[in-house]
């Protein structure tokens, strides 16, 4: 157990890799590739993703869609 979020995403990582028999050499390695910065910036960019395709993308079709329905009963 953690209190340091980047910590526990390490720890994480370890464990996934030491449960993989072509990975296990790699766990060393860990440390050296998770950064505060790495992790931080790959979880900016999955929860933008996200948003996007889970929020944003459902709502701007249906705003299309009510877009080209004025622009029909204009027309």
């Given at each position: ?19 993989k ?55």
């Amino acid at each position: 157990m953690t209190n340091h979020d980047i910590k526990a995403v390490e720890y994480y990582v370890k464990d996934y890799l030491k449960s993989k028999e072509m990975l296990k050499e790699l766990v060393e390695f860990v440390h050296f590739t998770c950064t505060s910065e790495d992790i931080n910036n790959i979880s900016h960019a999955l929860m933008l993703k996200e948003s996007k395709d889970k929020c944003m993308l459902p709502e701007l079709s249906i705003l299309s869609g009510q877009l080209d329905k004025m622009i029909d009963d204009v027309l």
